[in-house]
């Protein structure tokens, strides 16, 4: 059984930091792509960041909306994934869910980047942003 577990979410005020953590159990492996995505009430579901090893290094994605404040990272032998927020923002308040997937689930093409949704997610948490 495929578990991720999140936890890190809660309240800030603007300007402040959080880091969300998440554990994977339950895949083949423990080198999977792994991220974070968030979603408002009447909007969809957006990538925030993802990470996965390949040969040649970390593998890296940041939505253009959080770039430069936000950051992710890995950690294979725990099967984690951490997203650290910096100053955070009123429109970054949102469910935030961790997603995992054996297989990359963002890839550059063409010069864009494909997205897809991953396999397995965890429960979601809420991260508000007071102003």
């Known amino acids: 059984q495929v578990q991720l577990v999140e936890s890190g979410g809660g309240s800030v005020q603007a300007g402040g930091s959080l880091t969300l953590s998440c554990v994977v159990s339950?895949?083949?492996?423990?080198?999977?792509?792994m991220g974070w995505f968030r979603q408002v009430p009447g909007k969809a579901r957006e990538a925030v960041a993802g990470?996965?090893?390949?040969?040649?290094?970390?593998?890296?994605y940041v939505a253009d909306s959080v770039k430069g404040r936000f950051s992710i990272s890995q950690d294979n032998a725990k099967s984690s994934v951490y997203l650290q927020m910096t100053n955070l923002k009123p429109e970054d308040t949102a469910m935030y869910y961790c997603?995992?997937?054996?297989?990359?689930?963002?890839?550059?093409?063409?010069?864009?980047?494909?997205?897809?949704?991953?396999?397995?997610w965890g429960q979601g948490m809420q991260v508000t942003v007071s102003s």
């Open positions: 997603g995992a997937d054996p297989d990359p689930w963002f890839r550059e093409s063409g010069g864009r980047i494909l997205l897809r949704p991953p396999n397995f």
């Open positions: 339950g895949l083949p492996s423990t080198n999977n792509c």
């Open positions: 990470i996965y090893s390949t040969d040649d290094g970390a593998k890296t």
